[in-house]
């Protein structure tokens, strides 16, 4: 195993120094820290304070890992989903779990976020919805110092899995299921956030389609906003045979903007939220199960603390019409 002196002098600073930095002193300047850090990942420097908790039988705490923010409007369907599915699998596992706002961890770096976790006794961490730029998050996965699981990243190592639906699969059915009931030759693509995991892997699913069936599509983001779906639609849909849009909140702006234009087009969403049953127009849509996914995040955390190496976990979906009749039983 490294020791603090082997980080000390392959950063070339003494052992003092190096045990500030891993404290967090105020008193070091960027350009030290810098060199220390770098040796630290060079080394794989893992500290005592760190290895021993690692190397405990005692199972820990599991953070829930969550950033509001980064939900839709429609923040509270999904995201209770999230929570009581992880919540009532750690409480059937003995888990006890904290839940961890990106707002209470802003502006830590990887290794301040490693100390952080470890003062409160963490040791699994469930990231939802990590963005291709959380450097830091994505920093903390791949020092593998916690059993991590992430929730729409595709993220494997020997102490990360992945879980999510396949959603390059998901887009695909859902948008030829709507095309092809409809006879439409030319799509309005209505995309998510421009770093989002899940943005790229659907956009793949369209693609897909749009080669197999010889169709055409203009792509424009939406940001999963009712209002700026609802403004491509506005600008866009009249040219257009039929709307795909990467989330149901979207797919209600743009229905609601070809009700402005007195137009009809076929629009489909993404998600299956409750929502989507009180348009007044029925829309296709893909059903994730946000709490099943949740749950068996645990599961796969408890999985990899017991000793099992990371895996990719894909959970099943389904396209659905949701109906108002069915959102009220």
């Known amino acids: ?3 603090i002196k082997e980080v000390a002098q392959q950063a070339g ?3 003092s120094t190096v045990s500030k930095v891993l404290n967090g002193y105020p008193n070091v300047s960027e350009e030290t820290k810098k060199k220390v850090n770098d040796a630290i990942q060079e080394l794989n420097y893992i500290p005592n304070s760190i290895a021993s908790a690692l190397s405990s039988k005692q199972f820990g705490r599991l953070a829930l890992l969550l950033d509001p923010k980064r939900q839709t409007q429609a923040i509270d369907q999904i995201f209770m989903q999230y929570l009581l599915g992880a919540l009532d699998r750690a409480k059937e596992l003995n888990i006890e779990v904290i839940t961890v ?3 209470m961890i802003a502006g830590m770096n990887a290794e301040e976020l490693t100390r ?3 003062s409160q006794s963490i040791l699994g961490v469930i990231i939802y919805g990590l963005s291709k730029e959380d450097r830091i998050l994505q920093k903390l996965i791949e020092d ?10 595709p993220i494997v190592n020997a102490r990360t899995t992945s879980v999510s639906i396949d959603h390059e699969q998901a887009q695909y059915d859902v948008a030829k299921k709507t095309v092809t009931d409809d006879k439409c030759k030319s799509i309005l693509y209505i995309s998510g956030k421009a770093d989002g995991f899940v943005t790229e892997q659907r956009i793949r ?5 749009t080669e197999e069936m010889n169709l055409s599509m203009l792509v ?9 779906a609802r403004n491509v639609a506005l600008k866009y849909a009249k040219k257009k045979d039929c709307v795909v849009c990467a989330s149901d909140l979207m797919a209600i702006g743009a229905m609601n903007a070809l009700i402005e234009l007195d137009i009809f087009r076929p629009v489909c969403g993404f998600d299956g939220i409750t929502l989507m049953g009180y348009v007044g127009k029925q829309m296709n849509t893909v059903r994730q199960d946000f709490y099943a996914i ?4 645990v599961e796969e955390v408890k999985l990899l603390m017991d000793g099992q190496e990371g895996r990719r976990v894909i959970m099943p979906h389904s396209v659905v019409k949701m109906y108002y009749k069915d959102i009220i039983c």
């Open 13 to 15: 600073v003494a052992i």
């Open 116 to 118: 952080y976790f470890l």
């Open 220 to 228: 424009r983001r939406g940001d999963f906003s009712e209002l700026t």
């Open 1 to 3: 195993m490294v020791s």
């Open 101 to 103: 706002f990106s707002s």
């Open 144 to 153: 593998k110092n916690f059993a991590c699981v992430v929730v729409d990243a």
């Open 294 to 297: 949740s749950s068996r995040a």
């Open 205 to 209: 699913g369209m693609k897909r389609l």
